[in-house]
């Protein structure tokens, strides 16, 4: 989920001190990358990971220790990436239109406290101005639950007002509800069909209702420092199941803005946030540096994992960073981190 930290510029100082290195050891990273070792240092994570490909070059760089360039990890809200690329595809096919009516699917599901799914679009879904509020305001992101549960608690709280802005997981899950409906396939079988498969992410899973994380990972550790590796994905489902690694994110990123994943008229309208007043697109958002670049990807939290993928228009420079906890303390990094690899350094 977007912050409006993360879409503040900061100065173009503080974009300077990154140059992503390959790493042998946490200490050499620590001696030429000093400002990823600060999402240990003062974010407060036992570790960080850093992947960058800029054309045919590829830099590794870590912090701290337990985690490698290997690992799966858990994605969170990196999904929602997923899941509006097989609903864009599935336009492309005219299996279903932006503008239908969630109602058109999922007859008689959105009814409560100013929710109505007969006046509720696709792409308000994807654009997060629907109006529903976010089911895990109550579990947190810890509790497990059917897509159907997770609607039922949102309906049991104050919706937003329609046309606004508002990040809510809870559209995802009606958008993997859709896709079922539409396809006759969980959106897990559909995104493994038309995206996993064909860029061959081969570290790349929805997990379903298993627990572990697949061979090679590290631990994930919860805010308080307790074990969170294992857990069970229906805390977040077609919102934020997805389990990844840094190399498969990368490529995917690259993939969906170089076009290989849309067709022109799509992507464009991926990249459009008009609908959300400039700060969402469809299941991707932008952040525009100090320097003048607007780089395009997403975030993604769940109990245990931060991550962020970023990239140009284009795809040619894409990067994926980590943390293997919850959140960063200090929200000032992740900003000047992206201003240090993709604005022009001056040396």
């Known amino acids: 989920m977007p912050s409006l930290r993360t879409l503040v510029a900061i100065p173009v100082s503080l974009a300077l001190l990154l140059t992503p290195v390959i790493a042998g050891s946490a200490s050499s990273t620590e001696a030429t990358n000093p400002f990823l070792s600060q999402f240990v240092t003062k974010g407060g994570a036992p570790a960080a990971a850093l992947l960058v490909h800029d054309g045919d070059d590829v830099r590794y760089a870590v912090a701290g220790r337990g985690i490698s360039r290997a690992d799966h990890f858990r994605a969170g809200s ?8 097989v609903v864009l595809q599935l336009a492309a096919e005219h299996r279903l239109s932006l503008s239908d009516r969630v109602d058109r699917y999922l007859p008689g599901l959105m009814r409560g406290r100013g929710t109505d799914g007969r006046r509720i679009t696709l792409r308000a879904l994807l654009s997060h101005t629907s109006g529903l509020a976010d089911f895990t305001t109550v579990t947190r992101g810890l509790v497990p639950l059917t897509p159907l549960q997770a609607v039922r608690v949102s309906l049991t709280l104050p919706s937003t007002r329609p046309g606004r802005y508002s990040y809510a997981s809870t559209n995802y ?26 860029l061959r992410l081969t570290g790349t899973s929805f997990p379903g209702t298993r627990t572990s994380l697949p061979s090679p ?11 969170v590796t294992e857990l069970d994905p229906r805390v977040a489902g077609a919102a934020g199941e997805l389990v990844t690694t840094l190399d498969d994110l990368d490529r995917f990123y690259a993939a969906l803005l170089d076009g290989e994943l849309l067709p022109p008229r799509r992507l464009r309208e991926m990249l459009d946030t008009r609908a959300a007043h400039g700060v969402y697109g469809l299941g991707i958002f932008p952040v525009k540096l100090p320097c003048g670049t607007t780089v395009w990807g997403h975030n993604g939290r769940i109990e245990g994992s931060y991550v962020r993928s970023a990239a140009s228009i284009g795809g040619r420079r894409v990067l994926t960073f980590r943390v293997n906890t919850t959140a960063v303390a200090d929200p000032d990094l992740e900003p000047a981190l992206l201003a240090a690899e993709f604005c022009p350094r001056s040396w």
């Open 78 to 85: 990196i999904t929602k990436t997923f899941i509006a690329t």
């Open 173 to 198: 899950v009606v958008l993997g509800m859709v896709i079922r409906q539409v396809t006759g396939h969980s959106y897990a079988v559909e995104a493994r069909r038309r995206i996993i498969t064909p």
């Open 217 to 227: 990972h590290g631990r994930a550790y919860a805010a308080d420092g307790s074990d």
